[in-house]
């Protein structure tokens, strides 16, 4: 049995790990939110020592390594807001513990160097959730998509057309909230896209081409040309976005996926998805700073692009604002 820490208890996505942890036979020691309202620890690890402040936390995680406590830390959860995960994974592995971290791991590409340097000093590993790496339906169009690789012709410059539209409607409180900040959240294209992004590099190949059409506080669509694919994406926060199909299903979320004119929808299908992102990092399998290198540089270019006009090139949703 493992030893968890958990930095963000009191957040969206902290449930998600906590379940991870209890699915995976692990406890729970110390966990560590500004706000209070934590109730969710009576369901999971009703015996965790919690902390509103971030040096007492600290301090607690450090003493329990200096006394060789049978509760001393092996991994710290990550679940904070965005601009503090470099801070927070700095603490995990001074103190000794393995880091595991939400997206994205950083909002500035040049942090990862200083990480992987201080992974060297400490022998100690980083490691990210990209659980749509490990969702069943998106195993499965890579390993399709590597087998017509295999029977293409030699020297092929053809590539895929694609669309990723995800909507994941959300309401007034999120401008109000941190992740609402771009300084903080890294804004739209990074708080709820880095994932897709990871995902299409995942599948294509890497970005040749990185043009941006639309960036709002609630939204933001582009193109990447990417090695094996032009991809055409939109991404929202806003109701008026889902499709009647997801309204009349009383759905929130939709997440699609269109290659060659061919739809995958994979809005199901996430329930245990850190839990296996869990169970690899256990078996020394997870995915680690390098690998999330090319999402992390991807989206922060797209904070930084000029907002070009090229019509040929948008997304059909952007087609009808």
């Known amino acids: 049995m493992k030893n968890f820490a958990l930095t963000g208890i009191a957040g969206y996505i902290a ?4 379940q991870a942890i209890k699915d995976t036979g692990n406890r729970l020691v110390a966990a560590m939110d500004p706000h209070d309202s934590v109730g969710i620890l009576d369901k999971y ?15 607690h995680i ?14 710290i959860s990550i679940c904070s807001p965005n601009n503090l995960h470099d801070a927070h994974i700095r603490l995990a ?16 590409p040049w942090n990862l160097d200083q990480l992987q340097e201080i992974e060297k000093e400490t022998g100690k590993k ?41 909507i994941t409607s959300r309401g007034v409180w999120y401008n109000f909230s941190w992740k609402g900040r771009e300084d903080i959240s890294g804004g739209v294209a990074t708080n709820i896209g880095i994932h897709f992004f990871d995902l299409l590099m995942w599948l294509f190949g890497n970005v040749q081409k990185n043009l941006l059409f639309l ?3 609630n939204k933001a669509s582009g193109f990447l040309e990417l090695q094996n694919a032009n991809v055409k994406w939109y991404l929202s926060i806003d109701k008026k976005d889902l499709p009647q199909e997801a309204i009349q299903k009383n759905q929130s979320t939709h997440r699609s996926i269109t290659i060659d004119g061919n739809e995958l ?13 869990y169970e690899n990092i256990l078996q020394g399998k997870g995915f680690g700073i390098e690998t999330a290198r090319a999402s992390i540089e991807t989206t922060y270019e797209i904070r930084h692009l000029p907002i070009i006009k ?12």
């Open 265 to 277: 929808e994979f809005t199901d299908g996430f329930t245990d998805l850190h839990t296996r992102v």
């Open 215 to 217: 960036r709002s506080p």
């Open 93 to 108: 592995l001074r103190v000794g513990a393995d880091a595991i971290c939400e997206k994205p791991l950083v909002l500035n």
């Open 15 to 18: 449930p998600r790990h906590l």
């Open 126 to 166: 980083v490691f990210t959730v990209l659980q749509l790496r490990v969702h069943p339906a998106l195993m499965a169009i890579k390993e399709k998509l590597e087998k017509q690789k295999d029977i293409s012709p030699p020297n092929s410059n053809k590539k895929h057309n694609v669309e990723l539209t995800y």
């Open 45 to 59: 690890f009703p015996q965790t020592s919690f902390f509103t402040e971030f040096e007492r936390f600290d301090r």
């Open 310 to 321: 090229t019509k040929e090139l948008f997304h059909p949703m952007l087609l009808q604002e």
């Open 62 to 75: 450090e003493k329990l390594r200096r006394t060789n406590s049978d509760e001393i830390v092996d991994y």
